[in-house]
T-cell receptor, first 113, second 115 residues
Framework: AQSVTQLGSHVSVSEGALVLLRCNYSSSVPPYLFWYVQYPNQGLQLLLKYTTGATLVKGINGFEAEFKKSETSFHLTKPSAHMSDAAEYFCAVSRLDTDKLIFGTGTRLQVFP | DSGVTQTPKHLITATGQRVTLRCSPRSGDLSVYWYQQSLDQGLQFLIQ???????AKGNILERFSAQQFPDLHSELNLSSLELGDSALYFCASSVVTGSGNTEAFFGQGTRLTVV
């Protein structure tokens, strides 16, 4: 069975500071990994995804994530937070034979001026 | 704008009632997914349809059912509603299926409140 664990339901950073949102996965087969962002009163938007190949994945809005198989992690980072990054972030996993996404519980990011 | 349209945006109904949520996928997308987002359960996959046929089933209650029509729009029917069914219901769509790495585009959701 697949699962995703997001450490920290809330993360607060100052504007300009590093953003680090943690995600660990469990999968018996090679996973596909995703980060989605949800702004207030909106649906989910894909930030980035890892399928195969390069383990460092760059996404939209300056975010990137690194797939580390040895640590079963897929942490999301951004070098410098912006006020507009305040949102809820979800890590998700799927696998080759299915398209359904298994989501983590989400991390709410707050950015202070 | 993801291109996925969900109606209605908000729905308030009483316990025991039945409601229908509607989803129009992005143009050209054959696959439709339904997810439930609640405070206690988080984001849960309910069901997937591909080109009119049920493709995958998740934690969907027997009181819930869905279908995808020939024009590819989908409806999620929720019956005998309980207070615990109050949640945000998302529809998502994607072009292909079976590859696992397909990007799903999400609608803005229908917020269901059962009173």
């Amino acid at each position: 069975a697949q699962s995703v664990t997001q450490l920290g339901s809330h993360v607060s950073v100052s504007e300009g500071a590093l953003v680090l949102l943690r995600c660990n996965y469990s999968s018996s087969v090679p996973p596909y990994l995703f980060w989605y962002v949800q702004y207030p009163n909106q649906g989910l938007q894909l930030l980035l995804k890892y399928t195969t190949g390069a383990t460092l994945v760059k996404g939209i809005n300056g975010f990137e994530a690194e797939f580390k198989k040895s640590e079963t992690s897929f942490h999301l980072t951004k070098p410098s937070a912006h006020m507009s990054d305040a949102a809820e972030y979800f890590c998700a996993v799927s696998r080759l034979d299915t398209d359904k996404l298994i989501f983590g519980t989400g991390t709410r990011l707050q950015v202070f001026p | 704008d993801s291109g996925v349209t969900q109606t209605p945006k908000h729905l308030i109904t009483a316990t025991g009632q039945r409601v229908t949520l509607r989803c129009s996928p992005r143009s050209g997308d054959l696959s439709v997914y339904w997810y439930q987002q609640s405070l206690d359960q988080g984001l849960q996959f309910l069901i997937q349809y591909y080109n009119g046929e049920e493709r995958a089933k998740g934690n969907i209650l027997e009181r819930f059912s869905a279908q995808q029509f020939p024009d590819l729009h989908s409806e999620l029917n929720l019956s005998s509603l309980e207070l615990g069914d109050s949640a945000l219901y998302f529809c998502a769509s994607s072009v292909v299926t079976g590859s696992g790495n397909t990007e799903a585009f999400f609608g803005q959701g229908t917020r269901l409140t059962v009173v």
